[in-house]
């Protein structure tokens, strides 16, 4: 009890260097969760939109990929960003875009997936009316879109939960270094190391917040849509 | 007047058409030709394959065997078929917006302007009676309404082959008495119309041609003695 009573004092207090690595934490986030939704939800789309040969391979390929260990996805990106990297002169290892790239290849699957399946769950008629109205694919996408934003957004929303709760591309890629490239999740397991169990739960608890509030906005935009 | 077709070709011609479904048959075809001013009933139980073989014949379903053509050419490679046909759900639905949005959207799809766009949409809903329902939004209609706003948007496209499935379904009897009406006009106009529909009245009062589906094999019954002049 004690140990929370300090927490929600360092947390009220207004701790600087608490609420900087929420700060970078919800930028670092929010960033990913944009690049990987540029990119994924077209995707999701075309996935749904598309009959081709292999387009149920492409699923389970997206569907086997949210279950990569983010270590992993460190790693894989880490050699790309090194500097012996082919993308090394781009100055990205140990630095927020090395965490945002990271955590964006991180995300685009999830987000890939989930938009495919949300939109699957869509009243079939409206593709159908879209394919009978003459719509061009690249109309039939922004119009499925439009009509499937909540199950979209739920996408993004769990794409969000899962960068923001992740640590492994976090560590590798940005190194955990003080006001640059620190997150919550990094930071908790440094202070918990260190012995600083004060500070960890007060970031736990931050992460906590935010996971439930995830979860009750995504549960919302279910019954919406 | 109805467009005219290549050579005089019908606007649907089909011969020995087969879908699958899994290992079954869902609907088959042995022959059927459509012509340009027609209008042919698909009568037939629940689950008999009128809607499925509406959907192949607008391109919506497939692949199947057999010969399908619109105005004499394959389906996949009729270019008219998209600018000339459209499908009607049961049920149709209606995107995100207004009335107006939903009559102005397939207009926009062809990059109509602005002007002609507003222009078509007006006299479309005056032809239709839903000058009224314009500004309402579109998820709030009744059955009936809904109907009318589906068809007013293949209307204002200039569609005139109509493939219409059940489209007085779930109406009242007065919804349903507009509807009809508003089909017989588009008949004695020269547009060409589809119908699947269990309503005889509108069999009645509209159809040139009954085509019968049989319940047994789930597949139509179109050889000249399913077809009941």
């Not at chain 1, 930071?187 to 970031?203: P, Q, T, Y």
């Not at chain 1, 009750?216 to 849509?225: E, F, G, H, I, P």
């Not at chain 2, 048959?25 to 209008?39: F, N, P, Q, T």
Request: with cysteine.
């Amino acid at each position: 009890m004690t140990a929370l009573r300090e927490a929600m004092a360092l947390l009220l207090g207004g701790d600087a260097d608490i609420w900087w690595t929420i700060g970078a934490t919800l930028r670092f986030s929010l960033s990913a969760t944009f690049f990987s939704a540029l990119l994924g939800v077209p995707s999701g789309a075309l996935l749904f939109l598309s009959r081709f040969r292999g387009r149920r391979i492409a699923v389970a390929f997206m569907n086997a990929c949210m279950a990569i260990p983010t270590v992993v996805i460190g790693l894989f990106v880490y050699s790309l960003i090194s500097r012996s990297g082919p993308l090394g002169s781009l100055n990205l290892l140990y630095n927020p875009g090395g965490v945002i790239l990271g955590q964006s290849l991180l995300a685009f699957p999830l987000i890939t997936a989930m938009a495919y399946t949300g939109l699957q769950k869509l009243d079939p008629r409206y593709h159908e009316t879209l394919l009978t109205l003459g719509a061009s694919r690249r109309r039939r996408m922004s119009a499925i879109l439009r009509e499937g934003r909540l199950v979209v957004l739920q996408a993004l929303l769990i794409g969000f939960g899962r960068i923001i709760g992740e640590v492994g591309v976090a560590m590798m890629l940005g190194g955990n270094i003080h006001r640059q490239t620190r997150t919550m999740t990094t930071a908790i397991a440094l202070d918990a190391g260190k012995g600083e169990f004060e500070r960890a739960l007060a970031l736990g608890l931050v992460v906590l917040s935010l996971a439930l509030i995830i979860n009750l906005l995504s549960q919302l935009v279910v019954r919406d849509a | 007047m109805p467009e005219p077709t290549l050579n005089d070709a019908p606007v649907f011609s089909l011969e020995a058409i087969s879908f699958p479904f899994g290992k079954q048959v869902a609907v088959s075809c042995d022959a059927l030709e459509i012509h340009a001013g027609e209008c042919v009933a698909f009568t037939g139980t629940n689950g008999s394959g009128k809607t499925t073989l509406l959907k192949l014949m607008n391109g919506l379903l497939g692949p199947f065997e057999g010969t399908l053509l619109f105005c004499g050419a394959p389906l996949s490679r009729a270019r008219a078929l998209r600018r000339r046909s459209v499908f009607l759900h049961q049920q149709p639905v209606l995107f995100t917006g207004t009335v107006r949005d939903n009559l102005a959207f397939a207009l926009k799809l062809r990059g109509m302007a602005a002007d002609t766009v507003a222009a078509r949409v007006l006299a479309t809903a005056r032809d239709l009676g839903i000058e009224a329902l314009l500004k309402r939004s579109a998820r709030g209609l009744s059955t009936g309404e809904t109907q009318r706003v589906a068809l007013g948007r293949a209307l204002a496209l200039g569609a005139d082959v109509l493939l219409l499935d059940e489209p007085t379904a779930a109406m009242d009897a007065a919804s349903q008495t507009a509807l009809r009406e508003i089909l017989f006009g588009l008949k004695t106009e020269g547009k060409t119309l589809v119908v699947s529909t269990h309503d005889e009245r509108l069999v009645t009062k509209l159809a040139d041609r009954r085509v019968v589906f049989s319940p047994e094999r789930n597949a139509a019954e179109v050889s000249k003695a399913g077809v009941e002049q």
